[in-house]
């Protein structure tokens, strides 16, 4: 563990420090204000007490455009809830994804929420390594050497689901290099239905049968 955790905070170093950069004290208080930012309900059966309006909910067809590149091997961020929430025994509000693939109505990605500590820190690293040019403010992540971590695909394979255009609830933030080490690990996943234990629990019970 404490291999890995050096080995990310080298990769951070190398990174360009940008003026005004927040401070690991206030991290939370920053990341607070990005969730602010993309939030644009809190209405509707979010919060059921307010009836929602077309201005508060995105459209499909206006999500669908909101993603800024339609390639896999980009990381999103967003407010989430799926039209299928019914049937499903659990779904992420806040999830964190990286774009493996889009279709007609769905975005195809693994959520960083769905995996334990330890494995999101050795696929934090597999990432920043695999970006194509870490030293801008957007980079896109090479797939293919994700792929090649045993580990990694395995979980990729058994976790990567479909986010619908429909369910998207907010803005769509590009999560680029300098911002993605905090988002990916500040505890703010929102799980619905199960607790983030179960969720994981679930998710390790699937990789059983992936070789």
């Known amino acids: 563990?404490?291999?890995?955790?050096?080995?990310?905070?080298?990769?951070?170093?190398?990174?360009?420090?940008?003026?005004?950069?927040?401070?690991?004290?206030?991290?939370?208080?920053?990341?607070?204000?990005?969730?602010?930012?993309?939030?644009?309900?809190?209405?509707?059966?979010?919060?059921p007490n307010t009836p929602s309006t077309k201005k508060t909910i995105l459209n499909e067809s206006k999500a669908s455009k909101t993603f800024r590149f339609k390639k896999p091997g980009y990381i999103y961020f967003f407010?989430?809830?799926?039209?299928?929430?019914?049937?499903?025994?659990?779904?992420?509000?806040?999830?964190?994804?990286?774009?493996?693939?889009?279709?007609?109505?769905?975005?195809?990605?693994?959520?960083?929420?769905?995996?334990?500590?330890?494995?999101?820190?050795?696929?934090a690293l597999q990432i920043i390594k695999s970006m194509v040019d870490a030293d801008n403010d957007i980079s896109k992540v090479r797939i293919a050497p994700l792929l090649s971590n045993r580990i990694i695909r395995k979980y990729i394979y058994a976790a990567a689901e479909g986010y619908y255009y429909a369910g998207v609830r907010s803005k769509i933030k590009l999560v680029g290099p300098k911002e993605f080490m905090i988002m990916a690990f500040l505890p703010v996943e929102k799980f619905k239905k199960k607790q983030a234990p179960q969720v994981r629990k679930i998710v390790a019970s699937l990789l059983k049968n992936i070789k």
């Open 1 to 47: 563990m404490k291999n890995i955790i050096d080995s990310i905070q080298n990769t951070l170093k190398q990174l360009p420090q940008t003026q005004g950069k927040e401070t690991e004290n206030n991290s939370s208080k920053w990341f607070a204000n990005k969730i602010e930012k993309i939030k644009t309900i809190s209405k509707g059966k979010i919060n």
């Open 79 to 123: 407010q989430y809830l799926p039209p299928n929430a019914k049937q499903l025994p659990y779904y992420d509000e806040f999830p964190i994804i990286l774009t493996l693939g889009f279709g007609k109505n769905q975005v195809i990605g693994l959520n960083l929420h769905l995996l334990p500590v330890r494995i999101r820190l050795i696929f």
